[in-house]
């Protein structure tokens, strides 16, 4: 589900690190057993423990800095985004459905949709458009919660990011006109 978040960019950036790191431990433990059956050996060893941490190090760098980015990027847009007066569009989930209300909005501009969980499970709610996604906390069943942004004109996805919820059919369009 990350990945499905991510702009390309990050994508490109996580797949070159990880097809190293695959390379590099694909080769130690197949093509240099097969010219040196000692491989690593005890001189090498050691070198051969610093590239692994350093790959794994670079794994671990590769996911906060790619996986984050596109976290970070809705969180620092936010508060800008609560400001000044907003249309507002009430939101019902349950399982396994979204049903916005209305499904249209008149005019481009700061839209809050007022998400109620009337399931029995936890969800969220996902706006995914083509500037991004941007969601909602998890909301536990009963409650509610706010989420303000800006939309020009043109079509939205609205998708629960619970794994497996969006393919059960919590997905829906919204049309800003």
Do not use: W
Request: charged share 15%.
């Amino acid at each position: 589900m990350l990945l499905a978040g991510l702009s390309t960019g990050h994508k490109l950036g996580l797949a070159i690190v990880a097809a190293c790191f695959i390379a590099f431990a694909l080769g130690s433990s197949f093509l240099a057993p097969r010219r040196r059956p000692d491989f690593p050996g005890k001189n090498g060893l050691r070198a051969f423990a610093i590239v692994c941490f350093l790959f794994f190090a670079a794994m671990i760098s590769a996911v906060e800095i790619f996986g984050a980015g596109g976290e970070a990027k809705a969180s620092a847009q936010a508060p800008a985004q609560q400001a000044g007066p907003a249309t507002t569009v009430q939101v019902r989930e349950s399982e396994f459905k979204i049903v916005p209300a209305p499904a249209s909005v008149a005019a481009p501009g700061k839209v809050t949709f007022v998400v109620t969980n009337a399931g029995k499970i936890q969800h969220d709610l996902a706006v995914q458009g083509s500037a991004g996604t941007t969601k909602t906390a998890l909301i536990s069943p009963g409650k509610s919660a706010k989420l303000t942004v800006t939309l020009a004109a043109g079509t939205y996805t609205l998708y629960c990011s619970v794994p497996g919820h969006r393919a059960a059919g919590m997905v829906t369009k919204l049309v800003v006109k």
